[in-house]
C-alpha cells in the first residue's frame, strides 16, 4: 500500500513564524504535491515537483515556498505565517503513468 | 470558473436508504474521472476512475456511471451505512498532465 504521511495533524503557530510542513511518501513516486482545503473552496493546489529540486507553482503559491531535496520527501514552507493561512493542508503523490493521487491525512494549521 | 461542478453541496440520507452524487464537467480533453472519498480529518481515498470507454463501474455498494457525451457523472450509493457519511469528491485531470481538476465535494451524513 502507497503511504504518504505528514509530520503534524495539527500544529498552532502564531503570526510571523516560520511554518514547515513535511510530507513524505514511500513508493518511489516521481510526483508530489501540496494542497489546501477550505470549507465552500475545496482543493487548491499550491505548488507540486515532478522530480528532486524541481518545482512548479499552482493556482495559489502566494505566501509560500517548497524544498525537494529527496525524491521521497517534499516541504512546503510558509516563511511568515499569516492568519488567511489557516487551514487544512494535503500533501499528495503520483506515480508517472497514472492518474491517481495518493493523498496524506493532512494538517490542520492554525495561525493566531 | 470551476471545471468539475458537484451537486448537491450537502445531503442527508437515513441509514439503509440509496442516494445519487452528480459531477458535471467541462475539461476537454476528457481522459478519466475519479470519485474520491475523504473521511472528516483524512485525506482523500480514490473509490473508482471512469475512462472514455466505460459506463457504468460498481465498487461494492459504490457504483460510478459516464455519460462522455453530456460531460455527466454520477456516483451511486446503495443501502447507505453510518460510515458512508464523508465528502465525496469528483476530480478530472487538467490536459496539462499535473493539474488536477476538483469538485468542491459532496458532503454526505447518514443518518441512524
Known amino acids: 500500500d502507497v503511504k504518504v504521511t505528514q509530520s503534524s495533524r495539527y500544529l498552532v503557530k502564531r503570526t510571523g513564524e516560520k511554518v514547515f510542513l513535511e510530507c513524505v511518501q514511500d513508493?518511489?513516486?516521481?510526483?508530489m504535491f501540496w494542497y489546501r482545503q477550505d470549507p465552500g473552496l475545496g482543493l487548491r493546489l499550491i505548488y507540486f515537483?515532478?522530480?528532486?529540486?524541481?518545482?512548479e507553482k499552482g493556482d495559489i503559491p502566494e505566501g509560500y515556498s517548497v524544498s525537494r531535496e529527496k525524491k521521497e520527501r517534499f516541504s512546503l514552507i510558509l516563511e511568515s505565517a499569516s492568519t488567511n493561512q489557516t487551514s487544512m493542508y494535503l500533501c499528495?503523490?503520483?506515480?508517472?503513468?497514472?492518474?491517481?493521487?495518493?493523498f496524506g491525512p493532512g494538517t490542520r494549521l492554525t495561525v493566531t | 470558473k470551476n471545471q468539475v461542478e458537484q451537486s448537491p453541496q450537502s445531503l442527508i440520507i437515513l441509514e439503509g436508504k440509496n442516494c445519487t452524487l452528480q459531477?458535471?464537467?467541462?475539461?476537454?480533453?476528457?481522459?478519466?474521472l475519479r470519485w474520491y472519498k475523504q473521511d472528516t480529518g483524512r485525506g482523500p481515498v480514490s473509490l473508482t476512475i471512469?475512462?472514455?470507454?466505460?459506463n457504468t463501474k460498481s465498487n461494492g455498494r459504490y457504483t460510478a456511471t459516464l455519460d462522455a457525451d453530456t460531460k455527466q457523472s454520477s456516483l451511486h450509493i446503495t443501502a447507505s451505512q453510518l460510515s458512508d457519511s464523508a465528502s465525496y469528491i469528483c476530480?478530472?485531470?487538467?490536459?496539462?498532465?499535473?493539474?488536477?481538476?476538483f469538485g468542491k465535494g459532496t458532503s454526505l451524513l447518514v443518518t441512524p
Open positions: 499528495a503523490s503520483r506515480g508517472s503513468g497514472s492518474s491517481e493521487q495518493y
Open positions: 513508493m518511489d513516486h516521481e510526483n
Open positions: 515537483s515532478y522530480d528532486v529540486k524541481m518545482k
Open positions: 459531477c458535471n464537467y467541462t475539461v476537454s480533453p476528457f481522459s478519466n
Open positions: 471512469m475512462t472514455f470507454s466505460e
Open positions: 476530480v478530472v485531470p487538467s490536459n496539462s498532465g499535473y493539474a488536477l481538476n
